[in-house]
């Protein structure tokens, strides 16, 4: 079974739009929540983390929403750009483990 | 040069051959982990290792061994490979005591016959 759910499977939007990709989890052990972006040819690397004391944290034009109540976080791009173009994965770790658990994946693709 | 490195980058074998892929890396870290990618189902763990002498079973072991020949090195093996083993493999590090984040190789791709 799945234990990070992520949607959608591919995602189109255009250039200077607000990507958001969404995750649902069910282990309330996952302390850690990291999303990550990967390009063709390539491993994933991270992009932005948070951890569930807070319910929101943004790095430039990426913004994670949390929501420990409905198990629940998302990823938003905002002012999207054509090099955003990849596969986003989102991710869990239960306390103290670093062990990753990955969603199933978002291929990401902005239009000029 | 990459900080982790996996090789072979590309591999095509037959059903029932044995299969070893390689990971090393610089980073210094003492975690250690394999992955396989297939398209909708993201990531999967495989096997990790905290240090030289700790290996542990991830979600999908069935198939698959690891060695952990040294704290930079950590080696996936595949004793008789099957075509349902087709995917691309990610080797990842991580430090004790950091964030929980984890660095990637850039994959080996295995295809079975």
């Known amino acids: 079974q799945q234990q990070v759910k992520q949607s959608p499977q591919s995602l189109i939007v255009q250039k200077g739009g607000i990507s958001i990709i969404n995750c649902a989890y069910e282990?309330?052990?996952?302390?850690?929540f990291p999303w990550y972006q990967q390009f063709p040819g390539k491993g994933p690397a991270l992009l932005i983390a948070?951890?569930?004391?807070?319910s929101e944290k943004k790095e430039g034009r990426f913004t994670i929403s949390f929501n420990k109540s409905a198990k629940q976080f998302s990823l938003h791009i905002m002012d999207s750009q054509p090099g955003d173009s990849a596969t986003y994965f989102c991710?869990?770790?239960?306390?103290?483990?670093?062990?990753?658990?990955f969603g199933q994946g978002t291929r990401l693709t902005i239009n000029p | 040069d990459a900080d982790v490195t996996q090789t072979p980058r590309n591999r095509i074998t037959k059903t029932g051959k044995r299969i070893m892929l390689e990971c090393s890396q610089t980073?210094?870290?003492?975690?250690m982990y394999w992955y396989r990618q297939d398209p909708g189902l993201g990531l999967r763990l495989i096997y990790y290792?905290?240090?030289?002498?700790?290996?542990n079973k991830g979600e999908i072991s069935d198939g698959y061994s690891v060695s952990r020949q040294a704290q930079a090195k950590f080696s996936l093996s595949l004793e008789s490979a099957i075509p349902n083993q087709t995917a691309l493999y990610f080797c990842?590090?991580?430090?004790?005591?950091?964030?929980?984040?984890?660095?990637f190789g850039e994959g080996s791709r295995l295809t079975v016959l």
């Open positions: 991710a869990a770790s239960p306390r103290g483990a670093q062990k990753l658990v």
């Open positions: 282990n309330t052990a996952f302390d850690y």
């Open positions: 948070i951890r569930p004391d807070v």
């Open positions: 980073k210094g870290h003492d975690r």
């Open positions: 290792s905290f240090d030289v002498k700790d290996i």
């Open positions: 990842a590090t991580g430090q004790t005591g950091r964030t929980g984040e984890l660095f």
